[in-house]
């Protein structure tokens, strides 16, 4: 198996009190993950750690084979940035842009032409039913539709891994079946690995491993 992102005892404390304790965690190529529990179970906490955005108060995470700890604050910012796609709970779409450019941000970031960039964006956004709303603004896109741009957003530059925290919440099921089919296909296709918090049972039905937190404990599900 082919481990692109693993952890090894990963502590994180917010004063004193213990948001993760030791998680080991390890995600190969093309695998989608999905971590569910309640909420304030340590879940998210986790998922930055996992994705660099926090560093643990004790233990590892590495990418390819390379620790966080190792990297400058500039050399981790450029592998989010380059490497790493976000789904964050609430879109987080910039206002000032359009939808199109909003997709579109992260190859124009990596200094790619706005013509190939809005035609990359313009593709995941047809495929996740907003092809229409492209020079739309954010104010004018409902809950739901924000939270398609914003996974069209962290698609569009190939990452090797794709973090998403709760990706689905505002959407119905049409439109959560539609992102879920898009984070599968990049997985199956071109060997993106995907880690979901989720505590929706069917959302983490359709991973190929699932994690369960609890009280800042990660315990991996047993298929039986």
């Given at each position: 198996m082919d481990v692109i992102l693993r952890a090894r005892g990963v502590d994180l404390l917010y004063g004193s009190q213990r948001a993760v304790?030791?998680?080991?965690?390890?995600?190969?190529?093309?695998e989608v993950a999905a971590v569910m529990g309640a909420s304030g179970s340590g879940k998210s906490s986790?998922?930055?750690c996992l994705a660099?955005?926090?560093?643990?108060?004790?233990g590892a995470v590495s990418f390819e084979g390379v620790a966080f700890s190792g990297l400058s604050d500039d050399a981790l910012s450029t592998l989010r940035r380059e490497r790493f796609g976000f789904v964050f709970q609430y879109g987080e779409?910039?206002?000032?842009?359009?939808?199109e450019e909003n997709a579109a941000l992260p190859l124009?970031?990596?200094g790619q032409r706005?013509?190939?960039?809005?035609a990359a964006a313009g593709e995941v956004l047809e495929r996740?039913?907003?092809?229409?709303?492209k020079q739309w603004r954010p104010s004018q896109v409902s809950g739901g539709q924000s939270q398609r741009v914003a996974v069209a957003r962290a698609l569009v530059h190939r990452p090797a891994v794709v973090f998403a925290d709760e990706p689905t919440g505002a959407l119905d099921s049409a439109n959560a079946a539609a992102v879920l089919e898009e984070f599968l296909r990049l997985a199956r296709s071109q060997g993106t690995a995907v880690v979901i918090v989720t505590h929706d049972a069917d959302v983490?039905?359709?991973?190929d491993s699932q994690y369960t937190m609890t009280d800042g404990v990660l315990t991996q599900r047993v298929a039986v």
């Open positions: 304790r030791g998680a080991d965690f390890a995600l190969c190529r093309g986790l998922l930055y660099g955005v926090l560093a643990p108060s004790k779409l910039l206002p000032e842009l359009t939808v124009r970031l990596a706005k013509a190939p960039a809005h996740l039913g907003l092809g229409e709303l983490a039905a359709h991973a």
